[in-house]
């Protein structure tokens, strides 16, 4: 039995995870429709998930999490302040709040909330078709049936992985949430190559698309070293090796991880002006 049979979900922020969300969450009947409650201002947004899903949609916020089990915060992190002190007063102990705001820390979150049962996670684009990766945060008040219910929920998006450092959760965002970013990239330029070459756009695309999906499936079914997959292929003298010498020539390995940090030290700034607008909201500050 799910851990969310007799839960019911509200999802403050309706947009695209939050859909992704639902979707999966169906789509496993891990909940039913009736369960799901979700608010949005926009008639035609609420109308639209009313028609694609059979949930019940509402326009306020408070309306939404009134009666609800688990409140997925799917909001832009900018907007955390504002709809953090109109829902707020309304929460109450045995709710569990789940965020998916990129950089919002749990002590962003519960000094903005004013509540302690708080689930942090980052989730990725690819959720949207439950091939996604998040890595979540449980606070110490959070119960375990509290993190069973995460589990399943953010389960329903693809591979979950709780941690017990929530420092993790911001590296994940630079590594796993960020991620795609950087695989489209590569498939970009790897396209653009093609068709420099002479292909034609649409066949570069699609040879492409393969070769990268391909790849990284013989990689998670081998389980090898990425470093013994790419020795496999690569013969002395051979093309292999002149690609990969121009690679390392053009310093591949430290651009890619450079990225990764620059993202990881954004994850971290947008932590602390979301706690910085927890300490001046202390203060009485506007």
């Known amino acids: 039995m799910s851990p969310l049979n007799e839960a019911t979900i509200a999802t403050v922020g309706s947009g695209v ?8 969450l169906l789509r496993g009947d891990l909940v039913r429709p009736e369960q799901v409650v979700a608010s949005h201002p926009r008639p035609e947004r609420r109308a639209s998930l009313e028609q694609e899903y059979a949930i019940r949609t509402v326009a306020g916020n408070v309306e939404a999490v009134t009666d609800a089990d688990v409140i997925l915060l799917a909001i832009k992190p900018q907007m955390l302040a504002r709809v953090g002190r109109e829902i707020g007063p309304q929460l109450r102990r045995g709710q569990l709040v789940l965020s998916v705001l ?9 000094g903005i909330l004013g509540h302690d049962q708080v689930v942090r996670s980052m989730p990725n684009t690819p959720a949207r078709l439950g091939k996604g990766v998040t890595v979540w945060y449980a606070t110490p008040e959070t119960t375990a049936e509290q993190r069973s219910q995460a589990a399943a929920l953010l389960g329903a998006l693809g591979y979950q992985l709780e941690v017990d450092d929530e420092k993790m959760v911001a ?25 420099h070459l002479g292909f034609p756009r649409h066949v570069a695309h699609d040879l ?19 470093a013994e997959l790419r020795n496999m292929v690569t013969s002395p003298g051979g093309t292999s090796a002149a690609a990969l ?33 927890v300490e001046r909201r202390a203060k009485g500050e506007h």
């Open 208 to 226: 492409v698309i393969e070769t990268l999906e391909g790849s990284t499936l013989f990689a998670k079914r081998s389980g090898m070293h990425p």
């Open 17 to 24: 995870m939050a859909e992704a969300m639902i979707a999966g």
């Open 245 to 277: 010498h121009a690679l390392e020539s053009g310093r591949l390995r430290t651009v890619m991880s450079e990225a990764v940090w620059a993202a990881f030290r954004r994850t971290l700034e947008l932590g602390e002006q979301l706690e910085a607008d």
């Open 102 to 110: 990129a950089g919002a820390t749990t002590s962003a979150l519960t």
């Open 171 to 195: 590296m994940a965002t630079a590594v796993s949430g960020t991620g795609p970013t950087y695989v489209f990239l590569v498939m970009e330029a790897l396209i653009d190559a093609a068709v």
